[in-house]
């Protein structure tokens, strides 16, 4: 539901986008099937017969098809179809979801685990590169196969289904190892597991003391959003804290289905936070980041990251220069509201972890003052205080007395 005294002119238009998508392309569907996310798991495309029934190709495409079908899966539900707009090769959900002929192509510094996660991957589920949290890899199977994934050696299929085994395991790795205060459950989408095979995860997990919060990596609320339930809400919600981290990157993608989705999970207590990929004429200009941003708040999700392209094979031609993402992040700081700007991340290849960018605002530096430049480029003067010992002398005492009170060492 809309907060009152929104204007409802955009509302209105994007009421049209999957309606008219499912009139065009799925004219037999019932409401009752549309709704099912079961139903549009069982009707997902996902060969280029199928596809060349719903959406005339380019020839660019229907290589693209061909020549990806050994690299990397293909498959779109009939509600991210519904989105495509038939007469535009650049509609960013088009491109999001049928590959091209470049993608068939590894260019030089393209690698297969670009985020170096499998030196760190002590159980087949678990990535332990940070110290203190883990990512948990539950699965291998997506709504849609995005063009752009970055672990596509993982989603291309059959290589990290999650056995009992396996959860077993990857749960005792958490349960040994005291540093890990924070789990990200990702794969493939988790929310593509059932309730029950998603609470079997979560709720060994939220036993473990030392585990003081878990989020949930998931494309869902963008290429399925009638998956979100609110028996998968409240699910979520007993185990809190779980943040939801999905992933939109263009305004096409929020609509009034997508809205709901990710309103009844904020309605359950369940926060929303957004991490966007920037993606060379899909995504690359500010105006763009701005209205998703914007989109986002509406609905309470919260810009959190905007990602330079992971260098995963195939997707060079998606890629744009670091440059660009510093240039969008200058053009939104100060022309909106510092929430709907998003942190510009790069994670490093090779498993260097995650870097955050922007733009150099501090002009000159001295022991005196230190000038700075505005988003307008104006020239302000900040003056260095004359005391700068930053010792916080109560800090020892807090760490002896916490534990008394409940709270953990940081």
């Known amino acids: 539901m809309l907060p009152a005294g929104l204007p409802p002119e955009p509302t209105a238009a994007r009421a049209s986008l999957s309606a008219e998508g499912r009139k065009r392309l ?75 002929r470049a993608e068939a192509r590894i260019r030089p510094g393209e690698l297969a685990d670009p985020l170096g996660e499998d030196k760190t ?11 203190d949290r883990v990512l948990f890899l539950a699965l291998d199977t997506c709504s849609v196969y995005c063009r752009h994934c970055t672990r596509r050696r993982i989603t291309q299929g059959g290589v990290a289904e999650l056995s009992k085994e396996q959860l077993r395991r990857g749960v005792d790795y958490v349960r040994s190892h005291p540093e890990v205060r924070d789990v990200l459950i990702s794969g493939g989408d988790p929310f593509m597991l059932s309730d029950s095979r998603l ?29 979100v339930t609110d028996a998968l809400a409240k699910t979520l919600r007993r ?3 779980v943040f939801v981290v999905t992933h939109f990157n263009h305004p096409k993608e929020v609509t009034p289905e997508a809205r709901e989705a990710c309103e009844r999970l904020v ?15 899909l995504n690359s200009d500010a105006r763009i980041i701005k ?21 995963a094979e195939g997707c060079e031609h998606l890629r744009t220069p670091i440059a660009k993402g ?85």
């Open 121 to 131: 991957r002590p159980e087949e589920c678990i990535v332990h590169k940070y110290p």
């Open 239 to 241: 185990y809190a804290p």
């Open 326 to 410: 510093l240039e969008i992040i200058q053009q939104l700081r100060g022309y909106t509201t510092g929430l709907a700007v998003p942190h510009l991340a790069v994670d490093l290849p090779g498993g260097g972890g995650k870097v955050t960018l922007q733009p150099d605002y501090a002009v000159e530096y001295g022991a005196q003052e230190t000038v700075f430049r505005n988003y307008k480029g104006e020239r302000f003067t900040y003056p260095e205080p004359e005391e700068t010992d930053c010792t916080c002398p109560y800090d020892g005492v807090w760490q002896e007395r916490a534990p008394r009170y409940g709270y953990r060492k940081g």
């Open 267 to 281: 309605d359950h207590g369940v926060p929303v936070e957004n991490q966007a990929v920037l993606m060379r004429q």
């Open 26 to 100: 799925f004219p037999n569907a019932t409401d009752a099937e549309w709704a099912d996310w079961r139903w549009q798991q069982r009707h997902a495309v996902r060969g280029l017969e199928q596809l060349e029934r719903y959406v005339p190709l380019t020839s660019n495409e229907r290589a693209g098809v061909q020549e990806t079908s050994a690299l990397f899966r293909i498959g779109i539900s009939p509600y991210y179809l519904s989105l495509i707009d038939p007469e535009h090769p650049f509609c960013p959900v088009r491109m999001q979801s049928i590959p091209v």
């Open 291 to 311: 209205e998703l941003s914007h989109l986002l708040l509406r609905s309470r999700v919260r810009p959190y990251y905007l990602h330079q392209m992971d260098v």
């Open 199 to 227: 609470e079997e995860l979560l709720a060994p997990l939220s036993e473990i003391p030392h585990v003081e919060m878990i989020r949930i990596g998931t494309r869902v609320p963008v290429c399925l959003p009638m998956r």
